[in-house]
């Protein structure tokens, strides 16, 4: 029998006809849609929460495809070879990607629950320019040779997207490597298909085990946030998987004070730990997403520290092919002489505290 979140994937929203059902499509927007050669959609579930009369709709923009992809000043060519070093003397299978010693993101498939324009792996999920096999089993081989590997973070597409057999199998293989101390999956399943989180998947992921499994997200605005994704994460929770956010910092879309200070103080509020806001990265074909640099730990300071608990505060990074780089200029510390510190809250108010000699 066909399952709820099987039933959202067969009828994934990827057509104009389909897309219609939920929005009126705006001239710009059926423009970009027939013009593209890139895969593009969602689930209806995750389309149902698009403002049907309203382009500029965060969750639109983020599905849809649009005429400025076709613009690339900054972006990078080549950007997933760059970013992932696939083209060092290490000799690795593609499944395999790599920026430090002892972790590595282990790719397992391509399909995904909603295929963001915004995508720092758009050359290959979105666009298709870059062709890649992702065995499984060769990837599984690679990692029982390297023993310094002690985090693997399961990725795609959306690994969620794979039945619970799969899943069963590509956690208990992991798990049957001495040198694996931790397995994470990064899924936007919680957000677009929250009907994902069933009991089969649960009984895969869950109970008590030497080598935990932690779940990290994909949410970029409050109205992603519903009854159905609390639900989802409550359920996770429940079989011991801890939930935490890697949001995109995207133009338009969530770069102002307030929709950045509820996206984080609402993820709180269905047990979702925010955790990274990522800069969006150098992928072509997304400079119409991208915000400067400071932008992130700006509206970190300025939505964020003094206004809402330490539990909504993420870090503010941008991934490189040398591993993330953490963009937290120190706002705070003022001047400092032999005797004192002299800080600043986000009021401005500032205060003084001894400055200790090592």
Same mark, same amino acid.
């Given at each position: 029998?066909?399952?709820?979140?099987?039933?959202?994937?067969?009828?994934?929203?990827?057509?104009?006809?389909?897309?219609?059902?939920?929005?009126?499509?705006?001239?710009?927007?059926?423009?970009?849609?027939?013009?593209?050669?890139?895969?593009?959609?969602?689930?209806?579930?995750?389309?149902?929460?698009?403002?049907?009369?309203?382009?500029?709709?965060?969750?639109?923009?983020?599905?849809?495809?649009?005429?400025?992809?076709?613009?690339?000043?900054?972006?990078?060519?080549?950007?997933?070879?760059?970013?992932?070093?696939?083209?060092?003397?290490?000799?690795?299978?593609?499944?395999?990607?790599?920026?430090?010693?002892?972790?590595?993101?282990?790719?397992?498939?391509?399909?995904?629950?909603?295929?963001?324009?915004?995508?720092?792996?758009?050359?290959?999920?979105?666009?298709?320019?870059?062709?890649?096999?992702?065995?499984?089993?060769?990837?599984?081989?690679?990692?029982?040779?390297?023993?310094?590997?002690?985090?693997?973070?399961?990725?795609?597409?959306?690994?969620?997207?794979?039945?619970?057999?799969?899943?069963?199998?590509?956690?208990?293989?992991?798990?049957?490597?001495?040198?694996?101390?931790?397995?994470?999956?990064?899924?936007?399943?919680?957000?677009?298909?929250?009907?994902?989180?069933?009991?089969?998947?649960?009984?895969?992921?869950?109970?008590?085990?030497?080598?935990?499994?932690?779940?990290?997200?994909?949410?970029?605005?409050?109205?992603?946030?519903?009854?159905?994704?609390?639900?989802?994460?409550?359920?996770?929770?429940?079989?011991?998987?801890?939930?935490?956010?890697? $949001?995109?910092?995207?133009?338009?879309?969530?770069?102002? +004070? #307030?929709?950045?200070? @509820? /996206?984080?103080?609402?993820? !709180? %509020?269905?047990?979702?730990?925010?955790?990274?806001?990522?800069?969006?990265?150098? $992928?072509?074909?997304?400079?119409?997403?991208?915000?400067? +640099? #400071?932008?992130?730990? @700006? /509206?970190?300071?300025?939505? !964020? %520290?003094?206004?809402?608990?330490?539990?909504?505060?993420?870090?503010?990074?941008? $991934?490189?092919?040398?591993?993330?780089?953490?963009?937290?200029?120190?706002?705070?510390?003022?001047?400092?002489?032999?005797?004192?510190?002299?800080?600043?809250?986000?009021?401005?108010?500032?205060?003084?505290?001894?400055?200790?000699?090592?």
């Amino acid at each position: 029998m066909t399952e709820e979140w099987q039933g959202q994937l067969k009828d994934f929203v990827n057509s104009i006809e389909r897309l219609e059902r939920f929005i009126n499509i705006s001239a710009e927007e059926r423009k970009a849609i027939e013009s593209t050669s890139s895969t593009w959609g969602t689930t209806p579930y995750f389309a149902s929460l698009m403002d049907p009369d309203d382009p500029a709709c965060p969750i639109r923009r983020q599905v849809i495809p649009s005429g400025q992809e076709n613009i690339n000043t900054y972006g990078m060519q080549d950007y997933l070879v760059w970013k992932e070093n696939r083209a060092t003397e290490e000799v690795r299978p593609d499944s395999i990607a790599r920026q430090y010693v002892d972790r590595v993101a282990f790719t397992v498939t391509q399909n995904c629950g909603v295929y963001c324009r915004h995508c720092f792996r758009k050359e290959l999920v979105v666009d298709g320019d870059l062709s890649l096999d992702f065995n499984v089993d060769e990837g599984l081989q690679w990692l029982s040779e390297h023993p310094e590997v002690r985090d693997v973070l399961v990725t795609g597409g959306d690994p969620f997207l794979l039945p619970d057999e799969q899943l069963e199998y590509l956690i208990r293989k992991l798990r049957e490597l001495p040198h694996v101390q931790m397995i994470r999956f990064g899924t936007r399943a919680p957000i677009v298909l929250p009907q994902r989180i069933t009991p089969g998947l649960k009984k895969v992921l869950g109970g008590y085990h030497r080598v935990p499994i932690w779940v990290n997200t994909q949410c970029n605005h409050p109205n992603e946030i519903t009854e159905e994704t609390a639900k989802a994460v409550f359920e996770l929770m429940g079989c011991g998987i801890n939930v935490g956010n890697q $949001a995109v910092l995207l133009k338009g879309i969530n770069d102002d +004070v #307030e929709t950045f200070r @509820e /996206l984080h103080q609402k993820l !709180l %509020r269905v047990r979702i730990k925010p955790y990274y806001v990522f800069y969006c990265e150098s $992928a072509p074909g997304i400079d119409h997403f991208r915000t400067p +640099v #400071e932008k992130g730990a @700006e /509206l970190i300071r300025d939505a !964020l %520290r003094g206004h809402t608990t330490g539990l909504a505060q993420p870090m503010s990074v941008i $991934a490189t092919n040398i591993g993330k780089i953490p963009l937290m200029p120190d706002y705070y510390i003022q001047g400092k002489n032999d005797k004192e510190y002299t800080l600043r809250n986000h009021k401005g108010e500032t205060t003084t505290i001894p400055n200790m000699p090592e």
